[in-house]
């Protein structure tokens, strides 16, 4: 009993002694505790080779923070593809495509893509008001090499934001290396064909000359390294009519400038075919129009296209819009100057390889095309599945711009930016290059249908024109038929092919009848 009394006592004055005590610093008194800003983290020895280079880029303790090392993993996928085809060969032996498959050096192929360089990549995204920031970082110890390259090795400070105006919707300012991909094919010619065959197929491949200039495909590669600026901007809606679908919905029509730095040589060289438009020439600057204007209801119906030649500057742009093109290259406003440019960009990178920004009411139009486009039976199944695929595919309505920046480094690739999704480890501001096309891809069979529906139109006007004209002929000099060239400038003048048919064999006869063309 007084050992059990003194126990008591002693563990009393222990809690007095214990609560009378300065208290100390909790990251002291507890070893396992962690500070505001703190991780506890693996020893360096434990760690994977390439998590510092990687999360040092990224924000960790948002909603989102994936790391991933794949060490030599690419070139063992292509030491293992290879086998895998090689087992297929083994199967069925006659079948000769498996038997080319397999006979390729597929971890030569992954190295000449620079893929084996591919060890790590991470990914971090946290909110920001209603968006995303993100950053996605891919690691490339060896230096960027294949189609890592596609847009380029050097960061460059983003200077045609000049020629967006200041309510421009979608800006994106991009290097394309297209020389990298004349090397991947000689590269990989040599390594699939050994020595002379290899160099054969090749120079089969970019040996293809292109136009009567002789220009070959090789060399329009290695001439094709620039800087692509896309400048958009949405205009007035008009009803679309989307197959599968029962009434007729609105779509903003869309205003674009593109330039192709240093790529004005596509037309002086023409490989890109002018002769049939109209040129006029002003000082340095070499306008290209079609002699007759886009048909109505096609897909520049309303518009004024134009190629345009900047001599001065060796730029190639084209445009939907002249009007539009001349706003863009006025310098008169800066998108640089709009408050909802300036917040999307915020702390992003200066300069890169690659800037988009695209406007709260881009991506609202996209909403609305869409949801209209689930409604369709030719297009809602298909969204569905994509939207799994691509998160972007699957946003809600927005009320914040954003803005996406790509740099290189020595080692990595590194992209940052404002967006309606969390990083989905795609480098996300290629999703805007995505969600465009298919903004694209889901109007263009719809504006085809409009196109041809309008052409039609127009041949059956002309067929009628030519019926009721031959008709009067035949009344005027009691012959029993003639042919289209005869009523030509009497009678009318000569009508423009809208669909490439033609009219030239064309007879009216007394009896009637009915005129078709092809």
């Known amino acids: 009993m007084k050992v059990a009394i003194l126990t008591s006592l002693l563990a009393a004055l222990a809690l007095v002694f214990t609560a009378c005590a300065p208290k100390q ?139 967006a105006p200041k309510d421009a919707d979608l800006f994106l300012e991009q290097n394309l290396h297209a020389s990298v991909i004349e090397q991947m094919i000689r590269e990989g010619s040599a390594e699939i064909f050994k020595g002379k065959k290899g160099r054969e197929m090749a120079n089969e491949i970019l040996g293809e000359e292109l136009n009567d200039a002789g220009m070959t495909v090789g060399e329009l590669l290695q001439k094709s390294d620039t800087r692509l600026t896309i400048v958009m901007r949405l205009g007035l809606s008009h009803e679309l009519d989307l197959p599968g679908m029962a009434d007729p919905f609105s779509i903003p029509s869309m205003h674009f400038v593109i330039r192709l730095e240093g790529m004005a040589w596509l037309v002086e060289d023409e490989i890109i075919e002018t002769s049939r438009m109209k040129r006029d020439e002003t000082g340095d600057v070499v306008v290209y129009t079609p002699k007759t204007p886009p048909p ?112 290189i480094g020595e080692d990595f690739i590194f992209s940052e930016g404002r967006w309606p999704v969390y990083s989905d480890g795609s480098m996300s501001g290629n999703s805007a290059v995505i969600m465009t096309g298919m903004f694209a891809a889901m109007a263009i069979p719809s504006f085809n249908k409009v196109r041809e529906t309008s052409r039609e139109k127009v041949v059956t006007n002309n067929l009628r024109q030519i019926a009721s004209a031959g008709q009067q002929y035949i009344l005027e000099t009691g012959e029993p038929e003639v042919k289209y060239p005869q009523l030509v400038g009497d009678y009318f003048s000569e009508i423009q092919p809208v669909a490439g048919e033609s009219y030239e064999d064309l007879v009216v006869k007394e009896a009637g009848g009915t005129l078709t063309v092809t």
């Open 296 to 407: 109505p209801g096609g897909p520049l119906g309303g518009m004024d296209p134009a190629f345009i030649v900047d001599k001065a500057g060796g730029s190639l742009f084209f445009t939907t819009d002249l009007d539009f093109w001349q706003e863009c290259t006025s310098g008169d406003s800066s998108l640089s100057d709009s408050p909802e440019y300036q917040a999307a960009v915020k702390d992003l990178p200066t300069g890169g390889t690659s800037l988009i920004y695209v406007s709260k009411d881009t991506f609202n139009a996209f909403v609305d095309l869409r949801d209209n486009a689930k409604a369709s039976t030719e297009f809602g199944g298909v969204l569905g599945i994509y939207e799994l695929i691509l998160p972007i595919l699957g946003i809600g309505e927005q009320s914040e711009s954003s803005a996406y920046v790509t740099m």
């Open 25 to 163: 610093d909790d990251a002291t008194s507890d070893e396992k505790s962690l500070e505001a800003d703190s991780f506890p983290l693996l020893p360096k020895e434990q760690r994977a080779e390439s998590f510092d280079a990687v999360a040092g880029k990224l924000d960790l303790g948002g909603e989102l923070f994936t790391f991933m090392d794949f060490g030599d993993m690419m070139k063992q996928m292509g030491e293992s593809i290879g086998g895998f085809m090689q087992s297929m060969q083994m199967i069925q032996p006659y079948d000769q495509g498996l038997a080319m498959m397999g006979s390729l050096p597929y971890d030569s192929i992954f190295e000449t893509l620079g893929l084996n360089n591919f060890t790590a990549m991470g990914m971090s995204s946290y909110r920001e008001g209603t968006l995303f920031h993100n950053k996605e970082v891919i690691y490339l110890p060896g230096g960027p090499e294949g189609i890592f390259t596609l847009t380029g090795v050097e960061n460059k400070p983003f200077d045609t934001l000049a020629l």
